[in-house]
Every structure is written in C-alpha cells, then in structure tokens.
C-alpha cells in the first residue's frame, strides 16, 4: 500500500510535491499554486525492472524503461528516462488501483483516468 513520504525540503516546497511509495511502486504528485495536478509520476517495479508513467500539463503521458544513466567521473550516477515510448499494460493499472487505496478519491481517479487514457491512445 503507498504511504506518504517525507519530501525534501532542498528542492521543492512540500506545498507543490507529495511522494508516496511502497516496496515496489513510487508515486510522485506536482501541484501548480491553485492547488491542481501539475504532473504525475509513477516508478513500477523499484529496484528491479523499473518503468515510469509520466504525465505533464500540457504534455503526452508516456510509459518508458528507466534506464541506468551515464555515469560521469566526480558525480552520483543518475537514472534517466528511456525516449522510447512503451505500451502501458493493463496489468499496471491494475497494479495501481490495488495499491492506492489511501490516496485521495480526487487524485486517484486523476490518475487512474490518465494511465486510462494512455492505454487508450
């Protein structure tokens, strides 16, 4: 079940992000100043095979491979998204729906109509 994670505070004011995770799916939610969903970010399968749904305003949703990154010499190595987009399984937005059930109802059916859509289109 996804459980509220504390946010940094380095980056991004808690007032524009909510994170929530559990052992294998992280969910990440952005808020414009009106308080509406800015953008959506899913990571299935953490640690393993990961794969990301990303919805942005104004923007496609997606559903990519993410990918190792390029690790450059004096950094922290950095997951990247893949630019090839993928078919969203049905069985991730079953995933989904089974694990948020203590989200909001406004901003899991947000979600839930945009990985809809995806599968959609």
Same mark, same amino acid.
Do not use: C
């Given at each position: 079940?996804?459980?509220?994670?504390?946010?940094?505070?380095?980056?991004?004011?808690?007032?524009?992000?909510?994170? /929530?995770?559990?052992?294998?799916?992280?969910?990440?939610?952005? /808020?414009?100043?009106?308080?509406?969903?800015? !953008?959506?970010?899913? $990571?299935?399968?953490?640690?393993?095979?990961?794969?990301?749904?990303?919805?942005?305003?104004? !923007?496609?949703?997606?559903?990519?491979?993410?990918?190792? !990154?390029?690790?450059?010499?004096?950094?922290?190595?950095?997951?990247?998204?893949?630019?090839?987009?993928?078919?969203?399984? /049905?069985?991730?937005?079953?995933?989904?729906?089974?694990?948020?059930?203590?989200?909001?109802?406004?901003?899991?059916? /947000? $979600?839930?109509?945009?990985?809809?859509?995806? $599968? !959609?289109?």
């Amino acid at each position: 079940m996804l459980k509220p994670l504390l946010n940094d505070r380095r980056l991004v004011n808690e007032d524009y992000r909510r994170r /929530f995770a559990d052992g294998s799916m992280s969910l990440t939610l952005w /808020f414009d100043e009106a308080n509406e969903i800015l !953008g959506v970010e899913i $990571i299935f399968d953490l640690l393993l095979d990961e794969h990301a749904f990303r919805w942005i305003r104004n !923007g496609k949703a997606r559903y990519v491979k993410v990918d190792a !990154g390029v690790e450059k010499p004096t950094r922290h190595s950095k997951q990247i998204l893949s630019v090839q987009n993928l078919i969203l399984p /049905f069985s991730r937005l079953e995933d989904f729906k089974a694990r948020s059930a203590n989200l909001s109802p406004v901003w899991r059916d /947000f $979600i839930l109509g945009k990985l809809t859509e995806l $599968i !959609g289109s």
